[in-house]
């Protein structure tokens, strides 16, 4: 891709969604920051790279917002080649007592609004001759985990999104693909993450002993904007130190 490609990452205020726009725009690309509050990441040491920003409002649960913000965007850059789906929530509770609404909130933030936020950049995709769009899953999607049933179910949805649009719309020149994180410390869960029993089972089950970061899925989600290969789509691709294949 040039210089001049747009790249729309939702939920780009902080974690992944900052880490990942950073990176695009780091490489050169126009980034589309759209935010609940429209505001920019919140990450005021890494200023350098601000001014490829364009932050636009965008909640991803409400559909509106949604083409509003693609529409703002395309409309103050000259268009729309790529789009990062990474918003998302986390809700857990044991699965017997889980309430309908809260498994309809993670359904409606991780997967509903993933395939919300293809469908209403397609247009602008098709406009720009194609596209890619990575859509952030996880690799709960594939496992079992206790009091996880909403989020689990969320991001198996965002693999069986990504494959059927990958398939759909290849031939316009779009290319879907999942990038599956595995355990990332990010700023909110960082306390959770590096001490305390949760810390002691990962340092066992990642075979490598650590977990991820922000930066090692920004810069898989980078490589695929700027490396540009067009066989590969509709793939699930999982970045988690190999535990999610772990005996
Ligand atoms: P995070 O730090 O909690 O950030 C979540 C982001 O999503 C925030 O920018 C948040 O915006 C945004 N968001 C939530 N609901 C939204 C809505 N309705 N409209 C617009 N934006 C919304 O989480 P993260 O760890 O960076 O996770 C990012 C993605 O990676 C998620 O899809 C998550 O499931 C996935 N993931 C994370 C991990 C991990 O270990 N961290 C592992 C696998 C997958 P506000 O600032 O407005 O709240």
């Known amino acids: 891709m040039t210089t001049k490609k747009v790249i729309a990452v939702t939920g780009a205020s902080r974690g992944i969604g900052a880490a990942i726009a950073f990176e695009l725009a780091r490489r050169g690309f126009t980034v589309g920051c759209l935010t609940r509050k429209g505001k920019g990441p ?3 040491e890494a200023v350098e790279f601000t001014r490829r920003f364009v932050n636009v409002a965008c909640d991803v649960t409400d559909e509106a917002s949604i083409k509003a913000a693609f529409a703002e965007l395309a409309d103050k850059t000259g268009g729309l080649n790529g789009l990062v789906n990474n918003a998302g929530i986390h809700l857990d509770g044991a699965s017997h007592e889980l309430t309908t609404a809260i498994y309809d ?4 933030t991780n997967a509903t609004a993933t395939f919300a936020g293809c469908r209403e950049a397609y247009r602008h ?3 720009s001759g ?3 769009i990575v859509n ?3 690799f709960f999607d594939k496992i079992g985990v ?8 969320s991001k198996a949805a965002v693999g069986a999104i990504t494959r059927c649009l990958a398939v759909e719309w290849a031939n316009r020149g779009i290319r879907v693909l999942d990038v599956a994180p595995g355990y990332i410390v990010t700023d909110l869960n960082r306390k959770a993450m ?7 089972y990962l340092k066992k089950r990642i075979p490598g002993g650590s977990t991820g970061t922000t930066s090692d899925v920004a ?7 700027s490396e540009a290969i067009p066989f590969l789509s509709g793939e699930t691709i999982y970045l988690d130190g190999a535990q999610g294949i772990n005996h």
């Open 136 to 138: 952030i899953g996880s």
């Open 105 to 108: 909130k993670v359904m409606a």
């Open 42 to 44: 919140e990450a005021p």
């Open 219 to 225: 810069k898989l989600v980078a490589a695929i904007f």
């Open 194 to 200: 590096t001490t305390g029993p949760l810390a002691e």
């Open 146 to 153: 206790k009091r996880n049933v909403a989020y689990c179910a």
């Open 125 to 127: 995709l098709v406009k």
């Open 130 to 132: 194609g596209g890619t």
